[in-house]
């Protein structure tokens, strides 16, 4: 029988050197076994939960998505316009701004990411004035051009975005955000 060659211990942190007994033998000693042992249930629990994180993904609606989207979207208007006032009374103040849509989402949903469309809207403009369309127009002519606002009252261009395209939709805002902060 020839000689047996020395292993190092696959436990975590040990590695010592052993003459194993037999060629299935991994660690030096019952300790090193029962750490063996954790090390692969952790690994598996992880691994485990990973499987998890991807199968709950799967399973999110498109509504889901559509509202991350959205929330990345308007803090990008957000942070776009922040140094402007609001875009309909044109006033500087204290309050919560919102990200107010010149063609309302209900009414031209296909819109709802234009950034044209989309600007830096005081509160009670936007939800107590429903959007204060009889001032927003015109001071959005002045900020993107008569063409654009036509551009924008004509464009009907039905879609219905899939949940890959609202993922996309919602890295690339991220992306602009931070591009712009």
Same mark, same amino acid.
């Given at each position: 029988?020839?000689?047996?060659? !020395? &292993?190092?211990? /696959? #436990? %975590?942190?040990? $590695? @010592?050197?052993?003459?194993?007994?037999?060629?299935?033998?991994?660690?030096?000693?019952?300790?090193?076994?029962?750490?063996?042992?954790?090390? !692969? &249930?952790?690994? /598996? #629990? %992880?691994?485990? $939960? @990973?499987?998890?994180?991807?199968?709950?993904?799967?399973?999110?609606?498109?509504?889901?998505?559509?509202?991350?989207?959205?929330?990345?979207?308007? &803090?990008?208007?957000?942070?776009?316009?922040?140094?402007?006032?609001?875009?309909?009374?044109?006033?500087?103040?204290?309050?919560?701004?919102?990200?107010?849509?010149?063609?309302?989402?209900?009414?031209?949903?296909?819109?709802?990411?234009?950034?044209?469309?989309?600007?830096?809207?005081?509160?009670?403009?936007?939800?107590?004035?429903?959007?204060?369309?009889?001032?927003?127009?015109?001071?959005?002519?002045?900020?993107?051009?008569?063409?654009?606002?036509?551009?924008?009252?004509?464009?009907?261009?039905?879609?219905?975005?899939?949940?890959?395209?609202?993922?996309?939709?919602?890295?690339?805002?991220?992306?602009?955000?931070?591009?712009?902060?």
């Amino acid at each position: 029988m020839g000689k047996v060659k !020395k &292993k190092s211990c /696959k #436990a %975590k942190g040990c $590695r @010592k050197k052993f003459t194993p007994n037999n060629s299935l033998q991994q660690v030096c000693g019952v300790m090193c076994a029962i750490a063996l042992d954790e090390q !692969k &249930k952790a690994t /598996k #629990a %992880k691994e485990q $939960r @990973k499987n998890d994180k991807v199968k709950i993904e799967a399973l999110r609606p498109a509504s889901f998505w559509g509202k991350r989207a959205v929330t990345a979207f308007n &803090k990008f208007i957000r942070e776009r316009d922040k140094d402007l006032p609001c875009i309909s009374c044109g006033r500087y103040h204290t309050g919560q701004y919102h990200a107010g849509h010149f063609m309302s989402r209900g009414a031209r949903p296909e819109l709802q990411f234009h950034p044209s469309n989309n600007n830096k809207q005081c509160a009670p403009c936007n939800t107590h004035l429903s959007g204060n369309i009889s001032l927003y127009r015109p001071a959005l002519i002045l900020k993107v051009g008569l063409k654009m606002v036509e551009y924008l009252e004509i464009f009907n261009n039905p879609q219905r975005l899939t949940i890959d395209e609202l993922k996309e939709i919602e890295q690339h805002y991220k992306n602009e955000y931070k591009r712009i902060r």
